[in-house]
């Protein structure tokens, strides 16, 4: 029995610091499962396992992601689907009048999250553009660009959906699927509060979208449907 309490025990921990909100729900699914089929109550096990206290304005911290005067476009549309689907934001940031990269804020293991998910995604946009649109002509391999970054970035939002719709369906019971559920969707909508408050403070101007080349853009589109990128690990128990 004292090997099954540290097993949870552990799982509760990953739940309470995991840079990957589903995997924390997951998680503590996991220990509420394992409990429950060893007949053990989760307060007696030393932890209660509440990984998703409720954030504020001190939590939020920001931190640059690129550092660059000049980003390509498709890289904030990147940014734009990765930092909302993880409630997070990003901005052109600017020193002494002149831009000098990207900085996303949120909470801290969110913007774990986003950055992993953003790495990830533009090694796989720069890998459909070398296999499939090498020699097409600047225009044509701006616009697969945006395409391919604009479709990965909503497989992205979708799977994370999926993942976060799927974690209450790995409790125990009924009753442990609906305390993960809640717990979720309280964690959630305090971060986004918290979030679009700082956001509010910094007084951001939104950018200029220019137009590409839509038969690139397309192509883009089309060669990114399949493309899946995620932040979320498998658990065993």
Not at 187 to 198: F, I
Not at 226 to 232: E, F, P, Q
Request: glycine content about 8%; aromatic content about 6%.
């Amino acid at each position: 029995m004292p090997d099954i309490q540290d097993k949870i025990t552990k799982l509760l921990r990953l739940s309470e610091n995991n840079p990957s909100i589903e995997e924390s729900a997951a998680a503590f699914a996991a220990a509420q499962r394992l409990a429950t089929s060893h007949g053990l109550d989760l307060d007696s096990i030393g932890t209660r396992g509440e990984g998703w206290r409720a954030p504020d304005m001190q939590a939020v911290s920001q931190r640059y992601i690129e550092k660059s005067q000049r980003v390509p476009q498709w890289r904030s549309t990147l940014l734009h689907h990765i930092t909302r689907a993880n409630e997070c934001g990003f901005y052109l940031s600017r020193n002494l009048g002149r831009r000098d990269g990207i900085q996303i804020y949120g909470q801290p293991r969110d913007l774990d999250a986003v950055e992993y998910l953003y790495r990830m995604a533009c090694r796989e946009v720069d890998r459909l553009v070398t296999t499939l649109a090498a020699g097409r002509g600047r225009r044509f391999v701006t616009g697969f660009r945006a395409g391919a970054a604009s479709q990965i970035g909503k497989n992205i939002r979708a799977g994370l959906r999926q993942a976060m719709n799927a974690a209450p369906n790995q409790a125990a019971d009924s009753s442990a699927a609906l305390v993960v559920q809640s717990q979720l969707a309280t964690y959630r909508d305090a971060v986004r509060k918290v979030v679009a408050e700082y956001e509010n403070n910094l007084g951001l101007v939104r950018t200029r979208v220019t137009s590409v080349d839509a038969e690139g853009y397309s192509c883009g589109r089309v060669a990114a449907n399949n493309v899946r990128v995620s932040s979320t690990r498998a658990l065993s128990e």
